[in-house]
Structure formats: C-alpha cells, structure tokens
C-alpha cells in the first residue's frame, strides 16, 4: 500500500522569503505524486503533478517540485512567498484500484503561515 | 473546462431531515468520488464510483446515499444524520490511472 507523510504540521516563513514543504512517500511501484493547495473553506485546488516524466515539476504560481526516488521525497518549493499563498497543503500519491481509478493517499497536511 | 460544481455551498439540516448534495463535470471523467473533510483534517474518501457503477464504499453508514444518474451527476442523499457528521464534503473526479483528481468546492454541511 502507498503512504505519504509530510513531515511538518506547520510551516512559517515571512512574505519574500522562500517555502519549502516536506513530503517523504512509500509505493511498491513508480508512483504518481501530487500537491494540492486548500484555502480556508474552499476546495482543493491541484499545484502540481509527478507522473513519472521528469523529476522537476513546475506548478501553478511559481511552485515546483522536485521527485528524489532515491530519497523517496517529493518536497514542494516556491523562491518567494506571498501573503496568497497561506493555506493547507497536501502531498498525494495515488494507489491504483482494480476498478479502473485512482484511491488518492492523503498526508496529514501542512499549514503554512505567511507573515508580513 | 477543468470544473466540478457542488451545490449547495452550504446547507443546515435537522436529524430528521432529508437532503441531497450534487455534484456536476462535464470533463468525461469516468471516476467520481465523494469525500468528508473534517476541520483540520485531510479529506477522507467515502466512495467511488468507476463508470456509473459503485466501486468502493468505504464503510460509510447507509444513511448517506450516493447515486450516479449518469456519467455527469453524482448525488449524495442524507437522511437522519447526526451532528457528528457536519463536515466539508467534496466531490471530485478523475479519468483513469495516473491522472489528477479536479475537486469542487465542496458543501459545507451542519446539522443541528
């Protein structure tokens, strides 16, 4: 079974500064690797996504991340941080499923706080 | 259109109530899910269905009710909920394998 686990609860860093969230993950196979971003009372909102073509993944405004297989980690960067961008964050893996779908492995989340 | 539409956005419901949350893509996603956040929470997934057909209930009690009229509309019917069940509830799609998931806004359900 797939696992991910993101290894900070919460994250703060001052507006300009840069980000970076942790997320080590588990899979018996190459594995699909997604961020999503969830404002407060929002939906989830996809950054970006790693499907196995290369390893540093550009997302939506000016997020990347890079997969390290031989790390098992998939941590999300942005050079310069907005007072946008505070908000839940989620590292997700996908485990396939017979029925023809993807069952999406949450991590716990990570909280991160943009100070002026 | 990369788009789910959830509605309502919110809804206030007794226990003895009957309600219905819907959910809409028009992407041609074959993979529909429905799932319940709590505050502070990851969202936890309640089931799935792959082509219009229910693939997995994750032991989800019977009184949430979901349906797929059709490979657009997904429902999720509730009837005598409990209070411990207000929550964020998503709806979201995919299309097959190692493809992302589009989530909608979610409807953010108390029940009183």
């Known amino acids: 079974a797939q696992s991910v686990t993101q290894l900070d609860s919460h994250v703060s860093v001052s507006e300009g500064t840069p980000v970076l969230l942790r997320c080590n993950y588990s899979s018996s196979y190459s594995p699909s690797l997604f961020w999503y971003v969830q404002h407060p009372n929002k939906g989830l909102q996809l950054l970006l996504k790693?499907?196995?073509?290369?390893?540093l993944v550009k997302g939506i405004n000016g997020f990347e991340a890079e997969f390290k297989k031989s790390e098992t980690s998939f941590h999300l960067t942005k050079p310069s941080a907005h007072m946008s961008d505070a908000a839940e964050y989620f590292c997700?893996?996908?485990?396939?499923?017979?029925?023809?779908?993807?069952?999406?492995?949450f991590g716990a989340g990570t909280r991160l706080a943009v100070h002026p | 259109d990369t788009e789910v539409t959830q509605t309502p956005k919110h809804l206030v419901m007794g226990m003895t109530n009957k309600k219905s949350l819907k959910c809409e893509q028009h992407?041609?996603?074959?993979?529909m899910y429905w799932y319940k956040q709590k505050a502070k929470k990851p969202p936890e997934l309640m089931f799935v269905y792959s082509y219009e057909k229910l693939s997995i209930n994750e032991s989800v009690p019977s009184r949430f009710s979901p349906e797929c009229p059709n490979s657009s509309l997904l429902n999720l019917h509730l009837h005598a909920l409990q209070p411990e069940d207000s929550a964020l509830y998503l709806c979201?799609?995919?299309?097959?394998?190692?493809?992302?998931?589009?989530f909608g806004q979610g409807t953010r359900l108390t029940v009183v």
């Open positions: 979201a799609s995919s299309q097959f394998m190692n493809t992302e998931a589009f």
């Open positions: 992407m041609g996603h074959r993979a």
């Open positions: 997700v893996v996908t485990q396939r499923e017979a029925g023809g779908y993807n069952k999406l492995i």
């Open positions: 790693y499907t196995s073509a290369a390893t």
